[in-house]
């Protein structure tokens, strides 16, 4: 089934029970195919089933090393004399 985004927005409830009874249902903007529903089973039969959790971060990608990194700075100081 295809369904134009806005149609699909709209009813999008029916678009998941659809892709869940009937199989993969594609959305198109101006005519043009840009996505497709699909249910869970089908998708992680595509894709190898769920990775565990240690399989998940040994996949990430790299990070830069200043995402990691703590801000040197120390929290301001408050004066509370007058607690």
Known sequence: M???VQEA???????LRRAQEDG????TK?????AVLIDINAYRHLTGGELSFKDFLRTMPE???EV???PE????EID????
């Open 63 to 65: 990070l830069p090393d």
């Open 30 to 34: 101006h005519g043009e195919e840009i």
């Open 9 to 15: 927005k709209q009813r999008f409830s029916e678009v």
């Open 2 to 4: 295809r369904w134009q």
């Open 80 to 83: 509370r004399s007058d607690d």
């Open 68 to 70: 990691l990194e703590r």
């Open 73 to 76: 700075e120390y929290p301001r």
């Open 24 to 27: 993969p249902q594609i959305v």
